[in-house]
């Protein structure tokens, strides 16, 4: 299929699909330990983006309200306080590949912090998103996708809406298109192939983001639920699952009514920012690290951290009147 046929194919952006709602098996005891345990939760109806919310539809956004995100905004000193000085400028995480072979235990042989790197310059000053309107925004804090949801109307999901949407009516499937990764050798989405981070192979036709809806949708007719871009949920973290509660419409909290202790990060006790959780995987998933294209998979992600990899997209809970 031509990239011009695939182009034809993609969905409207100003649609949003209906999810019924229901019951289904929530998270994995076959992966990762935060997936424990599976449990059955229940959610109403709601609708969904089709795809993650584009670099166009944010820059609309910006044009009309004058949004300023958070990785364009320096850090208050008093927010970091063993922060290095040089350190407290406007910018964001990049990846930033190495040449080599490196140690996957240490993320930071992979990210860079990148001064005036943000939605508009992805890669840093000299870059742009030029040519990428139909990318997923990225670089985006918690904060900045709130703020798109709110002035459209809508809503980030919560983390049991947005599996229950991601599996497309297989319950219990280990992927979103069924339980083989790459069913008769097809690329179903834009994830890592090789021996990451040092060696991409590219095999799917893109080396970071690709154009949202060029690969297959799921059974609910949604695009990129897998791969792209990791995706925020208004959901804190919390280490592993409640079994067996109701998920879809709660705010994990301490009996002092604050966020649980676990949706704080432990290696850095002096600084209080919260976790939310993140959702789907990205194109740096895979094989060799991080297994999270699946709709079980989540991550833990400081409400004000942007990076290269994570996007968003928005629900509807009510019909429009």
């Known amino acids: 299929m031509s990239a011009e046929t695939k182009a034809q194919e993609r969905p409207a952006a100003d649609t949003m699909v209906w999810i019924p709602g229901g019951t289904f098996r929530m998270g994995s005891d076959e ?5 424990k345990p599976s449990h059955r939760v229940t959610v109403d109806g709601y609708f969904i983006d089709p795809t993650p919310v584009t670099n166009a539809e944010f820059r609309r956004f910006v044009e009309a309200t004058g949004h300023v ?3 364009e905004i320096a850090p208050d000193p008093k927010d970091y306080p063993n922060a290095l000085p040089h350190m407290l400028k406007a910018g964001s995480l990049v990846f930033t590949p190495p040449d080599y072979p490196v140690d996957t235990r240490d993320w930071s042989q992979w990210w860079a912090f990148r001064f005036r790197a ?3 310059r992805p890669y840093g000053p000299g870059s742009s998103i030029k040519g990428l309107d139909d990318h997923p925004v990225v670089h985006v804090a918690y904060s900045d996708a709130e703020a798109y949801a709110k002035w459209v109307g809508k809503e980030l999901p919560t983390e049991a809406e947005w599996e229950f949407a991601a599996r497309g009516g297989l319950d219990g499937a280990e992927f979103a298109w069924g339980d083989e990764l790459n069913p008769d050798g097809r690329e179903m989405a834009n994830t890592w192939q090789g021996l990451f981070p040092s060696q991409n192979l590219k095999t799917d036709g893109y080396e ?9 949708p799921n059974g609910y007719g949604l695009y990129d639920m897998i791969g792209n871009v990791w995706e925020w949920t208004s959901d804190f973290w919390s280490t592993r699952h ?3 509660a109701p998920k879809a419409c709660c705010v994990p909290e301490n009996p002092r009514g604050g966020p649980m202790e676990a949706s704080y990060d432990p290696r850095q006790p002096e600084v209080r920012i919260p976790r939310k959780v993140l959702k789907g995987g990205s194109h740096l998933c895979a094989p060799n690290y991080c297994r999270r294209y699946r709709p079980a998979a989540r991550h833990a992600e400081p409400i004000d951290t942007s990076t290269s990899h994570v996007g968003f997209r928005c629900v509807r809970r009510t019909r429009p009147g």
């Open 118 to 120: 943000n939605w508009r």
């Open 69 to 71: 995100t958070f990785a």
């Open 31 to 35: 992966h990762y330990p935060e997936e």
């Open 242 to 244: 409640p079994a067996d």
């Open 208 to 216: 970071r983001t690709s154009p949202v809806g060029v690969f297959p």
